[in-house]
């Protein structure tokens, strides 16, 4: 038994990619984005206490926002890959040269940000939407448009602690914000302590307050601790040509991929509130359990590619591999666990946000978001899978690969739905089980990527 424990854990545990190599990272990034997907579950709740439409421009008015962010934040976020690899490879004074280059790439991308955002503002109209319900889809809109800044900045002093594996200041950042989300929003939605009740612009403001303090906490603590050793260089800060090209060459094909992926989820959400206010909150419902179900897997996601980055940059392709397969086996543990709360908890999860308000009546409601949570549960497993493929992907530098088969497929997804709902006149329930059957299908492409191995003779450190 003796000989058969320490086997399992030499397997399973042990070695630079093991399991005990990826907590220490993955487990603070879990809890960070625990916090950061509770951040907008409390929005959502409160919200529901105001009405369904202000619950559902927060779902709609907020992903549309990110939209316009994404790529850039995509690039700015993929220096963590980069500063990973420096770490692996004992070049420590370079980790914080690349983090000042990645704010300058936030800083000078901003405006552009703002030029998507008035393109990406008239998504609402297109969708058709209500009147009333586009009013305050582009309130919640550009609060969070114009503080878009703010992730930009945050994801860039935020990749030297993921690159370097030193996740825990990510983790009390995040949990920080998430307390000044919920004080905020309670206060400015319900209007307490003497503020006047602001509903939705409430809940816009308080998310605003809670990016900023998460950034300036990690903004902090990097100018601490990069100035000491081992990361500390003469004039890290110097203007690097080479650094920002490295970034922007292979971070713009996983920035590419966040926008496109983003705007079919977008087009999926819209399509979906086409149908109607009832439909429009069952759909935000789904997807709110959804990313609490979907988001922890990213703090997996991003200790996978730490590791794959640091062997990568060691020159250890082995355990590179060794640590995919860790995160493999915690995703798969945790999605089978999520699978048997959505199953058999459904009409629990479902009633938190359908409470008893006077003049709101939630039934159709009800009804239609526990199936479309049910259906759900399928997708989940495949979800985890996708995610630490292309987490170790991404790790190693095969961007573009990735960034192929991600966009090709979603892609076919949102024209599945969209053909679905506007073309076919299909249901609700046949257009979300069209989207399920896709998000399927996708985990297991991406994963025949991984199994190729064609990324383990990658070098990201070569010009």
């Known amino acids: 038994m003796k000989f058969h424990s320490t086997s399992l ?19 603070p990034m879990i809890l960070s984005s625990i916090f950061d997907t509770a951040m907008m579950f409390i929005d959502r709740l409160f919200l529901a206490h105001v009405g369904k439409l202000e619950q559902a421009a927060a779902m709609s008015g907020g992903t549309t926002s990110w939209m316009a962010i994404t790529m850039f934040a995509g690039i700015v976020s993929y220096s963590s890959t980069i500063v990973a690899h420096h770490y692996g490879a004992d070049q420590k004074t370079e980790c914080p040269k690349v983090v000042y280059q990645a704010l300058r790439i936030a800083l000078f991308s901003f405006p552009l940000v703002l030029v998507i955002s008035w393109l990406a503002s008239h998504t609402f109209s297109w969708a058709r939407h209500a009147p009333e319900q586009q009013s305050l889809e582009l309130t919640y809109f550009w ?86 050793a081992p990361f500390a260089s003469p004039k890290p800060y110097v203007f690097n040509l080479g650094g920002i090209k490295r970034i922007i060459r292979y971070g713009f094909a996983n920035g590419l991929e966040n926008l496109l992926g983003m705007v079919s989820f977008v087009v999926i959400t819209v399509t979906f509130h086409s149908f109607g ?53 915690l995703a798969l543990l945790y999605s089978g666990a999520v699978v048997i709360l959505f199953c058999t908890a459904t009409k ?41 493929a292309a987490g170790a ?23 599945a739905i ?10 609700h329930l046949t257009t979300w089980a069209i989207c399920v059957v896709g998000a399927v299908i996708g985990g297991f492409i991406i994963l025949a990527r991984f199994k190729l191995g064609h990324w383990k003779e990658l070098n990201l450190l070569e010009d």
């Open 9 to 27: 854990y030499k397997r399973h545990f042990a070695g630079p990619g093991g399991i005990s190599a990826l907590l220490p990272i993955a487990i």
């Open 143 to 228: 609060y969070m448009a114009f503080a878009g800044i703010c992730p930009l900045i945050r994801s860039a002093f935020a990749s030297f602690f993921s690159g370097i594996g030193k996740t825990r200041i990510i983790m009390v950042a995040s949990a920080i914000a998430c307390m000044v989300n919920i004080i905020a929003n309670y206060v400015l939605i319900f209007g307490k302590f003497g503020f006047p009740a602001m509903g939705l612009v409430g809940a816009a403001i308080g998310t605003v307050l809670s990016s900023i303090s998460m950034a300036a906490i990690i903004g902090i603590e990097f100018f601490r601790l990069s100035r000491k």
């Open 393 to 415: 992907l991404r790790g190693a530098g095969d961007t573009f690969k990735v960034m192929l088969i991600s966009t090709i497929f979603h892609w076919i997804n949102a024209s």
């Open 277 to 329: 206010e009832d439909i429009a909150a069952a759909t935000t419902i789904t997807f709110n359990w959804d990313g609490v179900a979907f988001f922890p897997l990213l703090g997996i996601q991003i200790g996978v590619s730490t590791l794959v980055g640091q062997n990568m940059g060691a020159k250890n392709p082995d355990g590179a591999e060794q640590a995919a397969y860790s995160g493999f086996k």
């Open 418 to 427: 969209c053909l679905s709902v506007y073309y076919f006149k299909f249901s």
């Open 348 to 388: 629990f999860l479902v009633g938190l946000f359908t409470p008893d308000v006077p003049g709101i009546d939630y039934t159709v409601v009800k009804d239609i978001a526990f199936k479309m949570l049910r259906l759900a549960a399928f997708y989940i497993m495949s979800d985890s899978i996708y995610v630490v």
